[in-house]
């Protein structure tokens, strides 16, 4: 594996433990600063997914890529929604709901997934194209201090104190790292890891994310953030592209 993917996959392994010290610290951002954030992210990765991520799967494993892709984002549906309904992508506000292990324990497994896959996505794409490997760092990137910032919040609304918040964060930290060293490992396997993992980046994109975008009470500015996350991802591609860079 390349240093530039080890790297990259520890900056976004950072961008966890960066969210959950934003928890645990006695000032922390704001909820508003935070849903800008998120909102920029959806475009981000709903451009890198649709437009980069489907057809190079579809171009890499054939036909087999969308069954694949939607695997992948049912996958991810399972765990948030199914085994640990009690998750959410955003701040979490239902503190009456989150009281006690179990609860706290099914979250942090929900998003350690969640984690890995974002880091099979890294690790993957850089085994397609360097290039769309680091398009797909900087797209994940974006949400990695809310994903930190979720699972600390989750700890500390279920009065866990702040060393619990970090180290929940720590873990997402490891898992997205495993998830990108793991991901150079499978050799022939990496197109459909790649495949699996776009469902993943397009579920976070077009459903955790955008969840937090289409608040009504947040005005225009949030859906004009995910425009503007979009407009984001095609200047990366124009600027690559201009250098000659083949993604």
Do not use: C
Not at 37 to 57: D, H, K, T, W, Y
């Amino acid at each position: 594996m390349g240093l530039l993917v080890l790297l990259l996959g520890f900056a976004a392994s950072l961008g966890d433990l960066v969210g959950g010290a934003v928890v645990a610290a006695p000032r922390r951002i704001s909820d508003r600063a935070l849903g800008l954030l998120m909102a920029l992210g959806a475009g981000n990765l709903l451009g890198v997914s649709i437009v980069e991520l489907v057809p190079e799967s579809i171009h890499q494993i054939g036909s087999s890529a969308p069954v694949l892709i939607l695997g992948g984002y049912l996958f991810i549906h399972f765990f948030e929604h199914v085994f640990a309904p009690h998750l959410h992508f955003g701040t979490e506000t239902h503190t009456e709901a989150i009281i006690d292990a179990h609860v706290t324990s099914t979250a942090l497994i929900g998003l350690t997934l969640h984690a890995f896959m974002d880091g099979v996505a890294i690790g993957s794409a850089f085994v397609t194209s360097p290039a769309l490997g680091i398009i797909v760092f900087a797209a994940i990137m974006l949400h990695k201090l809310p994903e930190g910032f979720t699972i600390a919040s989750v700890m500390k609304a279920a009065g866990r104190t702040r060393r619990w918040a970090l180290i929940a964060s720590g873990v997402l930290s490891v898992a997205t790292f495993s998830g990108v060293v793991g991901s150079s490992l499978i050799g022939p396997l990496a197109p459909y890891a790649l495949a699996v993992a776009t469902g993943s980046v397009l579920y976070v994109g077009a459903t955790d994310l955008m969840a937090e975008a289409n608040k009504a009470e947040e005005g225009i500015l949030n859906p004009v953030m995910v425009f503007i996350g979009i407009g984001m991802f095609f200047g990366v591609v124009g600027l690559a592209r201009l250098a000659g860079i083949d993604l």
